[in-house]
Structures are given as structure tokens and as C-alpha cells.
């Protein structure tokens, strides 16, 4: 189970203490260990805690091109700059696939997930920019809801 790109809960570990407000967003990976080969996805840009987590669902060991930069810093701010075999690859359950590891958010990553919007007023003549009213989305907030999870002591 991930919160906030944190791993709480895995196959290993229960993280104790942490507190999920009213409206907050947990992600599970549901998996059961079948054998045989399996497709990697790409790793690449994604947070160490995140891949850290979809590797023991799958059962593929991850190794690093740096294990002094994980033990120094949190796993939920370093990021994937490569991983081999390639996205795509079959893997046999159990094998290694090997991850580089980067401090900072690799720039491949901001170019794809964040491109810089172009501010098409700018070079318009002053006839021609028209003023939008933006309107602002509806929030429907739910009468009630709530979220009751039991996890019986690991170990």
C-alpha cells in the first residue's frame, strides 16, 4: 500500500503510526507470484519508493548504481534515470534488473510529465486578445464516507 508515494504496507513491513487524513488517496497493488517470465514496465521517472514496491509485487530484485545516495537520502525523493534490461523486457521472476539512481528528477522526466505551456498573448496585437472568464470546477463533496481498514500484526 502507498500513500502520498510513501510505502506503508508491503509483503515485508507495516509502517507504523501513520495517519491518512479524511479524503486522502492510498494505492494498492494487488498480485499473486505465478512464476515465469514477466514484461518490465518503465521504471524510469518514477520514485524509488514506487519502484521499490511494483519490484516485490512482481517479484524482480532491483540493484543500484549507488547505494550511498539511497541510504542518505528518503527513497520517495530519488528518482529512476535508467534501468536495464529496457522497458518492455521479459524478465524470469527472481532476476535483477539494474536502476540508476538520481537525487534530482531526471530532465527527460520534467520535459514529458511538465512542458512549459506557450503564452500565445504575448506576441498577439492588442485587438486581438480577448479576455476568458475562467470558470471554477465544481466540487460535489460526499455526505459521508468512511474508510475502516484492519491489518493484523506482521511477524
Given at each position: 500500500?502507498?500513500?502520498?508515494?510513501?510505502?506503508?504496507?508491503n509483503s515485508a513491513y507495516r509502517k507504523l503510526e501513520v495517519m491518512i487524513p479524511r479524503g486522502g488517496t492510498l494505492e494498492f497493488?494487488?498480485?499473486?507470484?505465478?512464476?515465469?517470465?514477466?514484461?518490465?514496465?518503465?521504471?524510469?521517472?518514477?520514485?524509488?519508493?514506487?519502484?521499490?514496491?511494483?519490484?516485490?509485487t512482481i517479484y524482480i530484485d532491483p540493484e543500484y548504481s549507488d547505494t550511498d545516495l539511497i541510504n542518505k537520502?528518503?527513497?520517495?525523493?530519488?528518482?529512476?534515470?535508467?534501468?536495464?534490461?529496457?522497458a518492455g523486457s521479459q524478465m524470469i521472476m527472481g532476476e535483477k534488473v539494474h536502476l540508476t539512481i538520481s537525487a534530482t528528477k531526471p530532465a527527460i522526466c520534467i520535459a514529458v510529465e511538465d512542458p512549459t505551456p506557450k503564452d500565445e498573448t504575448k506576441d498577439a496585437p492588442k485587438s486581438e486578445v480577448k479576455k476568458q472568464e475562467v470558470k471554477k470546477p465544481e466540487i460535489k463533496k460526499p455526505e459521508k464516507?468512511?474508510?475502516?481498514?484492519?491489518f493484523p500484526a506482521i511477524g
Open positions: 500500500m502507498i500513500y502520498q508515494g510513501d510505502t506503508i504496507i497493488v494487488v498480485s499473486k507470484p505465478d512464476g515465469g517470465e514477466i514484461r518490465i514496465p518503465d521504471l524510469v521517472c518514477k520514485t524509488l519508493d514506487e519502484v521499490e514496491f511494483f519490484l516485490s537520502n528518503p527513497k520517495r525523493s530519488l528518482y529512476i534515470a535508467s534501468q536495464n534490461p529496457s464516507s468512511r474508510l475502516m481498514l484492519y
